[in-house]
């Protein structure tokens, strides 16, 4: 499996975008954040988030090839379960079988919610400093507020047996251990 430098330095040669690398740290921070509520592998999930957008830069034209892209790059350099989510996370727009595993709920929610939390971040004087679950839970009923975020994905989180305020706080809880590296702090 690679190592977190490895991971971060083959994202970083295929995504120049800041803010898709902020996004893949994020989902990383998120990831990690699951895998110790939930018991599992931290540094398999959170690998698995820092590079599930990894082919973006080369399907956000071609979205049908989102996630499919990225497993294919990583076989043998990532578990078959990690590859799985990777494919799942994007199985609306590529067609792969749905989720079915915690791995799987763990990154289409984890990943989705990154987008809820920064855009709540941004709004707000002190950044995602003091940031609570119950607010953004009240942003997550606009449908204007960061509108391209898939609610439906981050209720998802429901599958692992959280409640929505909890996935919530997780979430924003990950992230803020890594405000400063993705311009929140």
Not at 107 to 136: F, N, Q, W, Y
Not at 149 to 175: M, P, Y
Request: glycine residues 8%.
């Amino acid at each position: 499996m690679l190592t977190r430098e490895e991971a971060l330095a083959l994202l970083k040669s295929k995504n120049t975008e800041a803010n898709l690398i902020h996004h893949a740290l994020e989902s990383e921070a998120v990831l990690r954040g699951l895998a110790e509520r939930l018991g599992k592998d931290v540094e398999l999930w959170g690998v698995t988030g820092l590079l599930h957008d990894l082919d973006y830069a080369t399907t956000k034209i071609e979205v049908a090839r989102h996630g499919l892209d990225s497993a294919e790059w990583l076989e043998g350099q990532l578990p078959a379960e990690a590859l799985d989510a990777i494919r799942r996370h994007a199985c609306e727009m590529n067609g792969a079988e749905g989720p079915s595993t915690d791995f799987d709920y763990a990154l289409r929610c984890g990943e989705t919610v990154t987008g809820m939390v920064h855009a709540g971040a941004l709004v707000r004087p002190t950044k995602i400093e003091g940031m609570a679950a119950k607010s953004l839970k009240k942003k997550m009923k606009d449908k204007a507020f960061a509108a391209s975020v898939n609610r439906d994905c981050i209720r998802e989180c429901d599958k692992l047996g959280l409640e929505l305020g909890d996935f919530l706080q997780l979430a924003i809880d990950s992230v803020t251990k890594i405000a400063p590296e993705v311009g929140l702090a």
